[in-house]
DNA sequence: GTCTATACCAGGATAGAC
DNA sequence: GTCTATCCTGGTATAGAC
């Protein structure tokens, strides 16, 4: 269980989501489309690939990159990549389901054994945001091609979607049960959080020129929200 | 000018937003790409063709809509497409350009000659709801596909959405000004109130599923951020 | 495990008949 | 003004040498 106060550095360090990390867990779940077999080898070029895909999916979109796009950025050949995923569509099916697979973990993590709906509400929002600052390209392309996806990944990207919000909602829902939040409609406001929450990782470009930190925004956020709907405790 | 209470119908007839009349301006301001003549023929195929083009780029995207498939479902031969338009890219040159100015002349026109910052705020908050709500699939793709637009495309798209950001952060800033709103970082708040803007177009299918009206997110929308930014008038 | 060479197809675009 | 037939590029994917 983590501390009361989480800065953005110790939440970094205690969610395990380095890029090595990832790309072994990204291994050891798809062996059967992964025909390389020696770890060291295969996490070496996962991270190659993984990291020119995102980069070139962030700029020009999934279905605009080609894959001799992805072979010059990554420096392997076309022969080479496939030995790491059987087609293109493969690539985002990992991508996309070990993507999925450390947010709810991130989420679980942070609320865990905690009561008090204003904390619980704060640590999730935290908890999005720090977790889409590290991820920021993964939860972009999420976002972006989740349409294109195969219907498969498609449903399980807007259950992740409808998971967190329902997570929101819950916490304000007994938050308002126990007099707590005002009364008002918590799933429109489950929404509108999630939309602000969002826009961190949307819109990236807008607010790193503003050279605003995701502690500031997260900061504002907070203020913003809870100045809204907390009741007011004055005599 | 408009009247103080303003409604979704009310709205809609104000400002000219039907498919012809954009599609005829779009006939006028392109006679170089256009090669037809007539207009009755061409603003009718026009008019099949946007709605094509908007149908196939919001379920698929931009890039992934192939000309046949946009052949097929407007109805239009290969042949006959080209001659609305020059090139793909062209084409998405015209929608946008369209878009973009229609948007402008509706924020325009609803704050015209208003002075006081909540009602100036009430206003843009419920106008860019209501055009998104009659232009979705305009504004959809417009957020979706911003990116892969040719450069300059592309500036005059961010600049659009500072445009309207900047709008709100004025009229928040002189509300502070005048001490009707509560002191905090107007640019944040002028981004996270756009993020909120934008929620309904971008997750139309969640909306819909719940039944929610475009007045209904409106009215919620605007005492969310009320009862955040306004300066408590109690004695 | 990795590369090069190549198969094969779908995409955008156009010419020219009607 | 519209359609059909065709061109050619560039896409995904694979075979087989090293």
């Given at each position: 269980m983590m501390s009361n106060e989480m800065g953005f550095a110790s939440f970094r360090s205690q969610m395990k989501l380095s890029k090595e990390e990832i790309c072994r867990e990204i291994f050891l779940h798809n062996s059967d489309s992964i025909?390389?077999?020696?770890e060291g080898v295969a996490v070496r070029n996962l991270s190659r690939i993984l990291d020119a895909a995102l980069k070139l999916c962030n700029s020009k979109g999934f279905s605009s990159m080609s894959l001799r796009d992805l072979s010059r950025e990554s420096g392997l050949s076309m022969g080479a990549m496939y030995s790491y995923f059987r087609s293109k569509e493969d690539l985002l099916r990992m991508i996309q389901a070990q993507g999925r697979s450390v947010v709810l973990r991130v989420l679980g993590r942070v609320t865990?054994?905690?009561?008090?709906p204003l904390l619980k509400l704060r640590r999730v929002i935290q908890a999005h945001l720090y977790a889409s600052e590290v991820l920021q390209p993964w939860f972009y392309l999420s976002y972006m091609e989740t349409r294109n996806f195969p219907r498969d990944e498609y449903k399980k990207s807007i259950e992740a979607e409808l998971f967190t919000e329902n997570m929101l909602i819950e916490i304000i829902d007994s938050g308002q049960k126990r007099g707590l939040f005002k009364s008002m409609d918590a799933v429109l406001l489950g929404a509108v959080i999630k939309s602000m929450l969002q826009d961190w990782y949307l819109k990236r470009w807008k607010y790193y020129k503003r050279k605003m930190s995701v502690e500031q925004y997260s900061e504002f956020l907070l203020n913003f929200i809870e100045s809204s709907i907390l009741c007011d405790t004055r005599v």
């Open positions: 025909k390389i077999r020696k865990e054994g905690i009561d008090d």
